[in-house]
């Protein structure tokens, strides 16, 4: 292929990546130019488009005070509570699990593992409604240990997690017991180190599990106290009760939020999941 | 006989190392996955109107088998799968295959297209739904393009193909950040060599991407299908299974079931389908590709 060629060709694929990307921003963008808008004025400027389709123009914030209004930024604190639990506790029972599996001879582990996979195949949200009725009887609907607990419970994260472990090679292990090191000392000495990637990955997993929940919430935290704000602006935008602009404000605050830990977990991305020094 | 009991040593320490570091986990998941099943599968044989243990075999299953709403909801789910799937994978790899080479800004274009996966469904759905009404945005281009207005959401023969939409633009960048990563692990010398010998782009996607890729793409493959099982926020927000149940997708129809039409043991009946459907169908995804499941 000549330099032509090639150029040609990277500019073709330049061009193709900003069309999806923007495909991807789209409906967020026209969510998030809505926000800002007048109630009157959401569904104007759109046939025939014109530079204010793009643009709230004239902008206004009073979606911001209809939100607070409505408790939205209690919803707000209540979803981050949640998934800062269901991250943090997730990996810290899902790293040992995963890390006995890969790496420790004991009997039953192809049994235990089976079971683990089993787990996550039994789709959570189809066995919501009888554990939800088992957490009812056990007085735990309306709390950060009901709405946190199910998601803990995440086989999918212990299967990535052990698939990565497996590749750590053994000779850092056996050099590491000869050393002295407890089976606990090699997890946090040498494999959580060395598994940064993976680690992002699988807390990924249970942020977006935890941020995206829907129906498990909807079934035990029917109490505004404990309202998480997808279910909130699923009710504004049901009941009628708050405007347009406002859920589209909603929405937009409730999508950008990950984009926080999204971006400081990014170079993670970039780099390969296997090459932090295992190869 | 010292060294034997150096290696029992050993191995005692191993066991009781991963009984602390197993046990928490597989409690959780016994207690909230295996449990809430097991009853599930208890009340799909039982009729609570007939007392304490009421037991009616497999009553509840042959009725469900023979509601038509139902058998409706099986035919929507089967269509649903067998499109959404290899349109998201398909695009997920086209995604990741694009967005692993050098392109300036390649990270920017990587975040924008994972974007939408990270907001909940339920947000994505309610944004889409408004877009979609009659006077959204779509119909206002559709017009400006000489077209007439569609229902979308409202017709019988679109809804379950915006719920597809939606649910491809929410998922696709999921999947390709996953992809990606095994694109990356792909030893470069491969493809050096493939170009040395004068492979073309093509060739070397097919020799070397395609099958270096054979156990991300298997997770994938899996872990999708599970998932786009488990779709309901959409049709609960957007369409409640309707126009005429043409996007009744399974998990929709067990909700109703249990909390609209109050039919619990009905509802646990289909669960308990809904489970063996999604374990026969991923058990013959591993089948289809060996060598991924060791």
């Known amino acids: 292929m000549s330099t032509a060629q090639q150029r040609a060709l990277r500019s073709l694929n330049l061009v193709i990546a900003i069309i999806c990307a923007v495909s991807a921003l789209a409906p967020l963008y026209w969510a998030a130019v809505g926000g800002f808008r007048h109630e009157s ?19 206004t914030l009073d979606n911001l005070a209809i939100l607070r209004e409505a408790g939205f930024f209690d919803n707000l604190v209540h979803s981050m ?34 079971l683990i996979v089993f787990t996550f195949l039994v789709p959570f949200d189809s066995i919501a409604i009888p554990l939800a009725s088992m957490f009812r009887t056990l007085n735990l609907q309306d709390s950060y240990t009901g709405l946190v607990l199910p998601g803990l419970a995440n086989g ?22 000869l050393d002295g090191l407890g089976w606990w000392g090699v997890l946090g000495r040498i494999f959580i180190p060395l598994s940064k990637p993976a680690l992002v990955s699988a807390g990924m997993l249970l942020f977006v599990f935890s941020w995206q929940s829907y129906l498990w919430p909807l079934l035990i935290a029917p109490s505004p106290e404990y309202t998480l ?3 909130a602006i699923a009710q504004f935008n049901g009941d009628h009760t708050v405007a347009y602009g406002a859920i589209f404000l909603a929405a937009t605050i409730t999508a950008m939020i990950p984009l926080v830990p999204m971006l400081a977990a990014q170079r993670f991305f970039t780099t390969s999941l296997a090459t932090s020094g295992i190869k | 006989m010292k060294l034997r009991e150096a290696r029992n040593g ?39 109107r007939l007392g304490a243990t009421g037991y009616v075999g497999i009553d509840n299953y042959l009725r469900v088998l023979s509601d038509p709403v139902f058998l409706k909801t099986l035919n929507v789910t089967a269509m649903f799968t067998a499109i959404i799937n290899p349109l998201q994978i398909g695009l997920a790899l086209a995604l990741a295959v694009l967005l692993s080479q050098r392109i300036p800004a390649v990270g920017l274009w990587r975040t924008l297209v994972f974007l939408p996966a990270v907001v909940p469904q339920a947000v994505s759905a309610i944004i889409w739904g408004i877009a979609l009404r009659s006077d959204g945005i779509f119909n206002a281009l559709l017009h400006q393009a000489g077209f007439s207005k569609q229902g979308f959401l409202t017709s019988p023969t679109q809804a379950l193909w915006c719920i597809i939409l939606i649910l491809t633009w929410i998922g696709v960048g999921y999947w390709m950040v996953i992809l990606i990563a095994g694109i990356n692990d792909i030893p470069p010398e491969l493809n050096e060599a493939a170009k040395v010998d004068g492979a073309g782009a093509l060739r070397r996607f097919w020799h070397i991407t395609l099958p270096q890729l054979r ?29 005429a149940h043409s996007s009744s997708i399974i998990m929709f129809d067990i909700f109703e ?3 609209i039409t109050g039919d619990v043991p009905g509802a646990s009946a289909a669960t308990v389908l809904l489970v063996a459907l999604v374990l026969s169908v991923v058990a013959i995804q591993f089948r289809l590709l060996p060598g991924g499941d060791d």
């Open chain 1, 41 to 59: 004025d959401i569904f104007r400027y759109m046939d025939p488009p014109s530079w204010r389709t793009f643009v709230p123009s004239p902008a």
């Open chain 2, 215 to 243: 156990r991300p793409l298997l997770f994938v493959l899996v872990a999708d299908t599970v998932a786009n099982f488990l779709i309901f926020a959409p049709v609960q927000i957007l369409t409640k299974g309707g126009p």
């Open chain 2, 257 to 259: 079931r249990s909390y």
């Open chain 1, 229 to 231: 704000a997808p279910i």
């Open chain 2, 10 to 48: 050993i191995y005692r320490s191993q066991a009781t190392a991963a009984a602390t570091m197993l046990l928490p986990m597989l409690a959780l998941l016994v207690l909230l996955r295996l449990l809430p099943l097991a009853n599930a599968m208890w009340s799909s044989l039982r009729d609570p």
């Open chain 1, 81 to 114: 509570i949640v998934t800062v639990l269901s991250v943090g506790l997730g990996l810290v029972v899902s790293v040992p699990a995963a890390f006995a599996l890969a790496v420790l001879r004991f009997r039953g582990r192809n049994f235990w593992f089976v």
């Open chain 1, 156 to 177: 999918l994260v212990v299967f990535q997690l052990r698939q990565f472990f497996q590749g750590i090679p053994t000779e850092l292990i056996e050099a590491a017991r």
